[in-house]
């Protein structure tokens, strides 16, 4: 069960690095606004 818990959080870190930089363009689009 511990090697299928790693292997879930490989994706939701991926998904995480994806949603980061979009969150940070959206803010900065505001501030620029």
Avoid: C, Y
Avoid at 6 to 25: F, H, M, N
């Amino acid at each position: 069960s511990s090697t299928d818990h790693g292997t879930r959080q490989v994706p939701s870190a991926k998904i995480d690095t994806k949603v980061e930089p979009q969150t940070s363009l959206t803010l900065f689009n505001m501030i620029v606004r």
